[in-house]
């Protein structure tokens, strides 16, 4: 009897929670489908959800009237070059703070996490200023070196915050055994680091590839990832509802695979570590 | 000899990150408090002047201002009441046993990975349009008149725009402080006689009150800056009904390019978000010694 009651309640937390994740989800699911529509279709009403004549138009069609594939490439350069930057720059601090912490290394942190509190608008004057007086401005480097360095602190917290979990014993049990610093690097550290790289890398992937105010501040033709692209989507002209989606599934497509993959990194990512 | 040997070399592997932190930190903030003092207009080069504080008299005596930190205040609570509130219901409902757990889950946080500009545009166009939206079918559906939800209520859609982002992150959040309540504390005060209602109030809340405490300071730092949901979707319009402080600063510095009062604008958005941060730091503070 117990039994019988917990499978029907079973059920009906299913039906209700895959409605609720259904709407939720809608508005991307709606954006896929219409990318596969015409233009006509796509404002038709009453609007269809799956029987229309599927088409693949819209795609070529945002390519070769934009080149598309120009702020697709800028968007791949920008995310991966500043995380792979800040990766490194980020790797050898957040090392030598969790295994030779001194009284300051809770302050510097702590001073680091403050950086990222400043709101952006704060500096939006100097660093356009900056950046147009060293002909940075709509150049990929200019992106580059702005979302390095404010992602920077989150890449050393969630370095840090895994670093910290590497037991200091086997650094020391390896080192009884004779290995060199060479070898304790590369057979025993690295192995143990890389999992935390790896999430780190992941997560700050998602946070440049949609960051939207820089991108948008600095960027015009050139330069512009696919943040600024779509931006230019708000002031278009005729029918546009099947190419605006084409577009943004291409945009998303890449990050929504990378983060359905690293869900738990997020959480620990975003709160600093202080939700795990 | 050999800690102090590595106690340099820590310091050197520091040292980069330390000093581009520094430099990021203090020479734009330096440039724009020096700026704010400044009559300096982009259209005009080489009129700059000093200007004592009539550039922040300017800001704080403009009407848009004020009506700027209204909206951003109602962003900031609006999308937080509507997040929390939803966060911890949607926490709560993916906790129980169902069947495609996983799939619901990946479909709940879909919304967060989405690029604002693309999660604006989506809702502008296919679903807030008067004419071609797909709310409009849905109130013609009802016979109803369809509602143009970006001239008439331009707040409350970008709320509701960013709500839609944000409601993911609350949910992950809480699911995950959730999942590491005790089983065992839970099924004691179900034995206890505690009916689901107060085993809420007193045992799941409580323990959840640190992972809302930590959303609600993340989200306010970032939705104090809320930009690109309203440069696509409203412009801060119509007239700057929903013009937020991030986005007034924007249009003071590119549109109107006044690099003085747009500087005084960003000072004031620096302390506000300030206030916020002293007690976000301290929250993360006390996990670090934990």
């Known amino acids: 009897m117990a039994r019988n009651v917990s499978t029907q309640r079973k059920i009906v937390v299913t039906v209700v929670a895959w409605t609720i994740g259904i709407l939720i989800f809608f508005p991307i699911l709606w954006t896929f489908l219409t990318s596969f529509k015409t233009e006509a279709e796509a404002i038709a009403s009453p609007p269809s959800l799956f029987f229309f004549d599927w088409t693949t138009e819209n795609y070529h069609e945002v390519q070769s009237r934009s080149n598309y594939f120009l702020h697709f490439m800028n968007s791949v350069v920008v995310s991966f070059g500043s995380t792979l930057i800040g990766l490194i720059i980020a790797i050898p601090s957040a090392w030598a703070m969790a295994f030779s912490p001194t009284k300051r290394t809770k302050d510097v942190l702590m001073w680091m996490l403050s950086t990222k509190m400043m709101p952006s608008v704060g500096v939006l004057v100097p660093m356009y200023l900056l950046f147009r007086n060293t002909g940075l401005l709509d150049t990929r480097t200019g992106l580059v070196i702005v979302l390095t360095l404010i992602n920077l602190p989150i890449i050393i917290w969630m370095l840090y915050t895994y670093f910290k979990e590497i037991p200091g014993e086997i650094l020391e049990a390896a080192r009884m055994d004779g290995a060199s610093l060479t070898k304790e690097i590369i057979y025993v550290l690295t192995p143990m680091a890389i999992p935390g790289i790896a999430s780190t890398l992941l997560l700050n992937i998602i946070l440049a590839w949609n960051e939207a105010f820089w991108t948008l501040n600095l960027s015009a033709a050139k330069a512009a990832p696919l943040t600024a692209f779509i931006a230019s989507y708000s002031s278009p002209e005729g029918l546009f509802y099947a190419k605006l989606s084409a577009a943004s599934t291409m945009a998303i497509a890449p990050i929504l695979i990378l983060g359905w993959f690293s869900q738990k990194q997020l959480v620990r990512g975003l709160t600093f570590g202080a939700v795990k | ?290």
């Open chain 2, 1 to 290: 000899m050999a800690t102090l040997h590595t106690r340099s070399a820590a310091r050197l592997m520091i040292a980069p990150s330390v000093l581009l932190l520094l430099a990021w930190m203090i020479v734009p903030l330096a440039m724009t408090i020096y700026f704010s003092f400044l009559r300096y207009n982009l259209l005009m080069p080489g009129m700059e002047e000093f200007a004592g504080f009539s550039n922040y008299s300017y800001f704080l005596t403009d009407p848009a201002f004020f009506q700027a930190i209204f909206n951003t205040l109602a962003i900031v609570l609006g999308v937080l009441f509507i997040t929390v509130v939803g966060g911890i219901a949607l926490a709560l409902l993916l906790d129980q046993p169902m069947f495609g757990q996983g799939i619901v889950r990946i479909l709940v946080i879909a919304p967060f990975l989405i690029m604002p500009t693309v999660a604006a545009l989506v809702w502008k166009n296919m679903f807030m349009n008067p004419v071609n939206g797909l709310f409009a079918w849905v109130a013609k559906l009802f016979g109803l008149q369809p509602f143009d939800f970006l001239a008439n209520a331009p707040l409350m859609s970008v709320i509701l725009i960013v709500a839609w982002q944000w409601l993911p992150f609350a949910t992950l959040i809480l699911l995950t402080a959730l999942q590491s309540l005790d089983e065992e504390q839970k099924e004691a005060a179900q034995m206890d006689g505690a009916g689901a209602w107060s085993r809420f109030i007193y045992l799941v809340l409580p323990h959840l009150s640190r992972a809302i405490t930590v959303v609600i300071l993340i989200q306010t730092i970032f939705l104090l800056s809320v930009f690109a949901e309203i440069l696509v979707t409203t412009n801060g319009g119509p007239g700057t009904q929903s013009t937020n402080l991030t986005f007034l600063v924007y249009a003071q510095a590119l549109l109107q390019f006044d690099v003085g009062g747009a500087s005084a604008g960003g000072i004031i958005a620096v302390i506000l978000a300030n206030i916020v941060a002293f007690f976000l730091m301290r929250m993360i503070g006390k996990t670090l010694e934990a």
